[in-house]
């Protein structure tokens, strides 16, 4: 079973910057994606930013576009998402998703983000 901790989740004024990780571990699809969702109270779900595993193509939520950032280390075991100027509207949990092609996808247990002062 492919097994996602995300880490790095807190609370940061706004205008300020947070790295949050995903470890993953049992990946045996060498095709799939992988995501950040974020879910904030009352809302649905929503996907904030993704990479495929072949080219490292990424793409974004148009409300994250030019602030967060989502990268992968060397060994492909790790995904990050660098968020900078953060917005009280970015408070949310944050779920890493691995998602091989054809697949629903697998997730973690999510993150807490609150932006606030």
């Known amino acids: 079973q492919v097994q996602l901790v995300e880490s790095g989740g807190g609370l940061v004024q706004p205008g300020g910057s947070l790295r949050l990780s995903c470890a993953a571990s049992?990946?045996?699809?060498?095709?799939?994606?992988m995501s950040w969702y974020r879910q904030a109270p009352g809302k649905e779900r929503e996907l904030v930013a993704d990479?495929?595993?072949?080219?490292?193509?990424?793409n974004y939520a148009d409300s994250v576009k030019d602030r967060f950032t989502i990268s992968r280390d060397n060994a492909k075991t790790t995904v990050y998402l660098q968020m900078n100027s953060l917005k009280p509207e970015d408070t949310a949990v944050y779920y890493c998703?691995?998602?091989?092609?054809?697949?629903?996808?697998?997730w973690g247990q999510g993150t807490q983000v609150t932006v606030s002062s």
């Open positions: 049992g990946i045996t699809s060498s095709r799939y994606t």
């Open positions: 998703n691995h998602k091989p092609w054809g697949t629903p996808g697998y």
């Open positions: 990479i495929t595993s072949l080219t490292g193509s990424t």
